[in-house]
């Protein structure tokens, strides 16, 4: 499992290795993904690593005598891996997709998922969406369950942070609905392709 679940096309040798090699009583170890998103307020942060970031800019403007300006919007449109801690999510997670992954394809991992997220923590601004994932382990006497949520102890994988340019204000009850299309990059799948769009509903 990469970051994001899907980063660096792990979960892709996973599937090719089931196809080929699992008996067919065979077990999957976990056997079933699960991808959340949710809203986040993160001020103290997003000055620290996106303003400050979009102060660094400058250097794109002239990088040895050669304007490269064109670059800036992609620069700051990377995501960023780190923690959130809890207090940071301002709206109940949704889940964009199930895995289940006796059955799942590698076309699969490519997807478009719609959302709904209801702000409840008052008097804030939205600052970005925050994605974690969960993976199941169904089989024997305990369900057990590796979590990368923010409400759960730290790990390798962190969290995967998508700021906004400008943070958005909002109420409690306000919705962010929107869409998140995800899909391999090209020329090289082992990147992703993460395109969130969204709109605010009082």
Known sequence: MGYFLLYESMLDSVLFARDKWLAPDGLMLPDRAELFLALIEDQLYYK????????????????????????????????????????HVISQPQLVPTLDLYKTTAKDLDFRSSFSLKVNKPNLQVYGFVAWFDVHFSHGKKHKVLSTSPFREETHWKQTIFYLEKPLPVAVGDQIAGEMLVRKAQPNPRHLDVLLTFRQRD
């Open 48 to 87: 620290k690593k996106v303003v400050r970031r979009q102060l660094s800019q400058n250097f794109w403007d002239d990088v040895y005598g050669v304007s490269m300006k064109c670059l800036k919007r992609w620069v700051l449109s990377d995501p960023m891996v780190d923690t959130i801690h809890k207090s």
